[in-house]
């Protein structure tokens, strides 16, 4: 029995809450990661996990070897990265999830730069609006937009970037361009969800809220993009998000004497794990791809 293999399978098990779910972080067959956890086991002559219809929990003896096995683990992998040397770069799998949208943009295009300063890894890119457990799918690093809901999340931020009001030239050919906030009850405008029909400017020390009443919603920024470039209305949105029309000059900012929080881009790692090199490594790249792209205030 390979002593470290065993540990990850357990480790990550532990983590992921079931071997099923461990099975598909590692990339292995269920009944590979159960066999080797029970050859632990006898092994240590101890009984590390409670099997039960509603799912496995450490034993006491359990969470003590997860976790001194889950540091050994980490500490195995920057050895063996630091054992190969800086120029040999990294190796193994990354899983790294993200929107749609930003990934569209912001990852995809720039990968192949990304693979090749680094060979020997691969690179497995899962495309998700929604907030999802980073433990559970294997995740090593997400990208996530605003604010974010699990404060005691391990992340950092790589980006600020500015939000304005946005649309198309030829939809603001069909209507004028509002000049001030109250002016936006005449537009269609495009929001994520009827949660997102409050807007909020601030102007100097002034503040005005503005309720919008759009037709059409979405629960992806993906659609809000689209919309947009069909002419379809007004939106809210990051610079990153329209940064090439904005650049051709196709989608413009309207109410620009008005501003809007600014939101985040950050780099979130699994909770209760020391962020990889290979994830390191990879928000150094996108904050770096940010920089280059002007992506921040």
Known sequence: MDRLLAMTAFVRVVEAGSFSAAARVLGVGQPAVSKTVAQLEDKLKVRLLLRSTHGLTPTEAGMRFFERA????????????????????LAGRLRVSAA???ARLFVIPFLPLFLAR????EVDVILDDRTIDLVAEGIDVSLRMGNLADSASVARKLATTRRSVLATRAYLERVPAPRVPADLARHE?????????VWTFTRASTAVSVMVQGRVRFNAAEGIRAAVLADMGLAIASDWMFAPELAAGSVVRVLEKWTLPDISLWAVFPTGRLASAKARAFADFVEEIMLQQQILT
Request: glycine content about 8%.
């Open 70 to 89: 889950r540091v050994a683990i980490q500490e195995a992998e920057e050895a063996e990265l630091a054992a190969r040397g800086a120029g040999a770069g």
């Open 189 to 197: 405008t495009l929001a994520l969800s009827q949660l997102d029909n």
């Open 100 to 102: 749609p949208t930003f």
């Open 118 to 121: 680094h060979p020997a890894l």
